[in-house]
């Protein structure tokens, strides 16, 4: 792992940009802990790790006394995509334009690039746990599809919060009966590209016998601020 920036920000966090072999990541850590837990957090489906809704979302976790690292995984961010991915994307947006059904177009996509994504987070665990400015355990936050396969190949992850809005593949479906660790869900009730009752029956499909679900009013990107608060809590329950 090289660092190739660093950046001290005025809430108490350490903002470095890094690189492991072709991963780029970003790494925030409080300027006050010796060794913090860890939390990875990825955006749906591959949105880029500068986003601005994760990077608000790492640095209030991090001023909370968190390690928190995101990556651009394979396909995901501004690293190359496949021309299949593209031709997905392209198909995706011509079909949402058209009113026609979008699902196997997301299958399409979606399942490879979770394939592709996982070992890439999991190298970079190998990496964010040497450092000795982070300990454990280790949580997860954000994109659904990406956390279940975390959750069920990954051991050292001990905690795990999803949200509801993205595509979640038919084998991350099957593999949420798996899923053993803490889980806080977060649904946004009107989601506009996102079936309810498929959130729903997800929420139920999960393993664990200890999982929370928080619905909200609103659409894709209405989540409520206080909903990090809540978070914090959970994580704090069972990360220190």
């Not at 991963?23 to 591959?46: D, F, R, V, Y």
Request: with cysteine; proline share 7%; aromatic share 8%.
């Amino acid at each position: 792992m090289q660092f190739t920036s660093e950046l001290r920000l005025d809430d108490g966090v350490l903002e470095r940009e890094f690189t492991l072999g072709e991963i780029p990541g970003t790494l925030w850590t409080p300027e006050s802990a010796a060794s913090a837990p860890l939390i990875l957090m990825a955006h749906n489906n591959g949105l880029p790790k500068g986003e601005p809704r994760l990077v608000a979302r790492a640095r209030h976790t991090a001023a909370h006394g968190y390690a928190v690292a995101t990556i651009d995984a394979a396909g995901c961010g501004d690293r190359p995509r496949s021309a299949a991915d593209q031709q997905a994307r392209a198909d995706l947006r011509r079909a949402m334009q058209a009113g026609e059904p979008v699902d196997e177009i997301f299958e399409s996509f979606i399942g490879p690039l979770v394939e592709k994504a996982t070992p890439e987070w999991r190298t970079t665990l190998d990496a964010l746990l040497a450092l000795p400015e982070i300990g454990g355990p280790v949580g997860y936050s954000g994109w659904t599809a990406l956390g279940i396969r975390l959750a069920v190949t990954e051991p050292r992850i001990a905690a795990a919060g999803f949200f509801a809005g993205g595509y979640v593949p038919r084998a991350q479906r099957e593999e949420a009966r798996q899923v053993t660790v803490p889980l806080l869900f977060l649904l946004q009730w009107d989601d506009e590209g996102n079936p309810r009752q498929r959130a729903l029956d997800l929420f139920d499909a999960f393993g664990t016998k200890e999982k929370t679900l928080h619905a909200n009013m609103g659409g894709h990107v209405g989540t409520p601020w206080f909903e990090l608060e809540d978070g914090g809590r959970f994580y704090d329950r069972h990360l220190k």
